[in-house]
């Protein structure tokens, strides 16, 4: 019941502090003799690194990691896969003047009152620089998941703009700052974020992660259900505040008969849904039609705009953020969000292999789904 | 890491089908010489209880738990506390029709998928039936956490048709048949929910749950974040497809300013929070605010009205759900609700307690929170 | 992490108190579509149950099992298995005079100090009866292994006296009152152990289990390994002081050559193993070779014989148990050997299967193991 | 349940192998605000260390540990503690000659056949040098113990020579090359060793360790006793195969009397024990008493000593080891159980707290125990 682990088949500990020597996980569980190294890995945490563009924070890092376990000539061994990746580009003096202040809306206040104690350098342990590791262990779990499994995130809306669905295009995804699958919507977002960044602002989002091509069974109700695991697991990355599968609150405002995914069968033996309300899941289990994730990041606390606080001595201040941070931390909680979705899928892939075994079609064909 | 237990210090593990014998949980962990009585969790399951209006499933159970283990002369002994229900109105036969079939939005197929057998009466391990146990554990909760902490659900939107705040009243949550803290919206949904019914159909809704007076300090990052564990929580009700903390999914159209809870002290040297966009909690820790919490619950999936189904020998059928179901299976979910968390609650004080022992406030005094 | 559950795929949660109404557990994570009934379970109870000879309790416990949950027609459903036997045959009053003294070498002055609360009718939670619900659960660990899997347990050893193993015989264990596999021993105990009740006084014993026909593979180290979980496990039964795996505290007298296991080819292309020191396990993992287990149960510290001790008050007294004991408690350990025998192997079959999926010969045949 | 992790509160997961780039460990659930830096593990690192003397590994590494997260200025923050060992004397060549043939009595085949892959180089993961990082956590574990419990290991036996109780003196433990408590048998020893060292053999050992100053209540019983708990961690050290508390085997052979823990009153209220056959330990939880656990260490099977084995292609060979290895590795093995012991110690200290909070002493003082 570690705090810093996730998972149970597939397991991430992860460890280390902004501003600390190194940040690193360890990944246990993995399968053997599946072809692993840094170069499967690498291309994920680029696409989370920051200083990519000016709509991430300035903070550069080359972010490279080292296996230090796990693998022997290239392939797992079954024993654990150790990530690290050293700190190099910390400007811990930048925090000097928030040490012992808090930043409203930050998780200052909560870890001087639990911990008595905490490192103030880049947000220490709360630092969104934690998420890199999660990265790196979606990679692995990727490679158990294999190729079939298709996850893939995006930004479906920045502070109060939406995409347009109509222009919904998988492929304009990696071609701008903002992984928006609406290249109108990301022209718009450009000047947005812009003004919101020179004046020192900050602003949330919404991110949406979809994975096709997962199997029907995964999910273990009534506790380890696949929607309750994904919810903790999306809600436990920094700055989100929301979560939901397939219409989600929509489907409060909805009738029985709206919500309802008919079946119908294919002419060669599987079956179709004719809608996915459900968004892949029910009874906390994988129907084999996409999953579909959505979570809301708020903006990022630490702005330069002069708020009302107080320090740990209880005197008021007036607070404002220098440092160097995410104008939109939700940009970069894309690929966060795809790693958690693949570390799910890859736990409960294992998880359903361990009770059912090989999959079971209970009689009942299942293709196109 | 069992599929039907959740909590790790406070630990519940939740057994029984709709229509079995009985339905039951063990709950491990409890600290030792709390007063407890079946009188102590009677008035929980009564809250719940179907049958009461006619606005739930008109199954009458008397749902009285017994407690057969765990307690000697009144007062818990630290050793596993078991309760069970009896299960006595069942009539299995109303599900003879479906046991086939697989009821579109329903978990039938998933289960038939996963695990290639089902139990079909009454939805057996999937159906809401065992969330009686969630709010008889979470009676056992709320002994642990004291008197302090209130915890209290409402049902703030039914359909698409939401509550006003400003009439919010607490008072008027056990007034009528919604657990609606606004008489007026009550009245109204009413009337909608009787056609509802009487058409067969079902509709969604949101739920609120807030504990005032929780200490701040709960919650364990980065993998047990109070609110990750109360978003899986939540999820894990059935039913239910989204979850939010303070401002949820509002917060991602939020500036960083709209959003800071500002902080000024208080004249006894406490500090004040000015704002709860947070919804009570800061780096997935407890700040002492009301931790706040909303989820949608999906309409009810057996409905009365003809959807198009297959079954399980690939046949396309057209399907109808005889039974008796609740017609807005969000009402009764308020006290499930409010059960997990008081779950999650007690499980992260004795987590915290286990770490950091008595509370220690690092310099900075804290009352009115 | 609960207090009062074992193993992780194969889960085993027990719960009640030797004079509450009824003890009780739930296995979770069983594989669906194993035929299961009570009839399964029953005859490994039967022979466990007290009051069956003079040499055990006289306790007279039909210890009949119903199981509640997670059967249907006949077949598992791969949802939680709730067994439960009720008590029958309690005699509380026998109890009244150590409910505040607190017998030397029983658990009852530990509790007392941990929980300053016990339930002292029986035991309470630190009865032997406990094991009713380890010895059921044991029984459904033997579905998921199959028949392959040969799990032996005898008595080898009663007070000072061991068993003569060129008389070993499987055959004989079901032929007398102690599970011993050596006629003559046996006999010699019999008329031992009558003096030994007769004089209200117990004596100690060592079981031996041994599981034939495991495959390799079995164990996950560093922290699972297979001994390891074996060695908890067995540690875990009342009164035992001792385990050891294979030659055991033997092989701490050898040197290198006369403890390997040396290994030659058999004709088939199958590796056959000269000898098994190791007791079927290398580095915490299965070799095929039986798995081997001893562990030590020492006196039943309930005795006639008056033993200074002290009660809640602090006040010295003489104390004589009177109630219904074991004169030898070992002897109705060797089924509660044989089940958590079964247990451990059942979780790291679902262990191994999660992880490495379908065996994988690494290119050399195994039979003959 | 990770396979690479032991303890519940306080958690320890180590990753590594023998001939990597480096082993290390996380350990989470540190409470914060305890005084921590290097210098509080290295000198237990130290002791374990190999190359200190002939009767050990000639492998030089002089096993620095650096702390990479967790502390902040010389304070531990409540936040996941990862220790590393960089390897610096690897000799991956003198493998080259076993890397496809199997070393009888070692882990070699049973990894072979699990995973279908290995790392040989130096053993790989089932090498005991991750047995370091044991030790480092072990000494964290001193720290949130404090300095009331005092841990001491001892070889009690080197092959089948045993040391003479009544010469047992703790100041001897670190006189000599053995940590044996006897001068006379440490000299003997040494003469005997010598010659198995000469002769390329190896030979087995028992350890002694004993925690002084525990407090009575700890562990939870029934799957989480101390005693199990303690069998567990100690069976999971390389190549032990023996584990027993108090008298542990020899309490097989006594009576119920012989076997009583006797109590008295001492004059300042507190209970006195009149012996310690119990090892500290009744019902799973501390009496207050020392604890003693004793295990047994199989001989080394890498020896020079030609051996019958087969190699991966099912060809019969005749086996030598050459690398550098431990003549006794019981030896080493001390240092290693004492941080084991003190691991679950702290591991339940955490425990007792989350579930009992301050110790409540239930009107029994409780002093010189």
Known sequence: ?????????????????????????????????????????????????????RFTTQRREPDTVKILSGVYQGQTTGTPIALMIENTDQRSKDYANIADRFRPGHADIAYHWKYGIRDPRGGGRSSARETAMRV????????????????????????????????????????????????????????????????????????EITASGAPPGLGAPIYAKLDADLAGAMM????????????????????????????RMNPDGS??????????????????????VRFAVKPTSSILTEVASVDAEGTEVDIQTKGRHDPCVGIRAVPVGEAMMACVLADHWLRHRAQCGEFVPGGLPITQM
Chains 1, 2, 3, 4 share one sequence.
């Not at 990727?142 to 492929?171: C, E, N, T, W, Y």
């Not at 979560?243 to 989600?248: F, K, R, S, T, Y």
């Not at 004719?274 to 579909?292: D, E, M, R, W």
């Open 271 to 292: 079956v179709r849904f004719l809608a996915n309300h459900a968004g892949g899941v029910l009874g906390g289990i994988s129907t084999g039609q996409p999953i579909v």
């Open 1 to 53: 019941m570690s705090h810093n682990s996730f998972g149970h088949l597939f397991r991430v500990t992860t460890w280390g502090e902004s501003h600390g020597p190194a940040i690193g996980c360890v990944v246990d569980g993995v399968p053997p003799r599946i072809a692993l190294s840094e170069a499967d890995i690498q291309p994920f945490l680029d696409r989370r690194r920051p200083g990519q563009s």
């Open 236 to 263: 436990s990355i920094n700055a989100v505040k929301a979560v939901e599968i397939g219409d989600g609150f929509a489907a409060a405002a909805l009738r029985g008969e709206a919500n309802a995914d008919e079946m």
């Open 136 to 207: 790196a262990a979606g990679a692995i779990a990727r490679k158990i998941l294999g190729d079939d499994i298709i996850i893939r995130g995006a930004l479906v809306q920045m502070g109060p703009h939406g995409i347009d669905r109509s222009r919904f295009d998988d492929a304009e995804i990696d071609r701008n700052d903002f992984f928006c699958p609406d290249p109108l919507a990301a022209r718009l977002w450009e000047a947005e974020l812009d003004a919101i960044r020179k004046s020192g602002s900050s602003v949330g989002a919404v991110v």
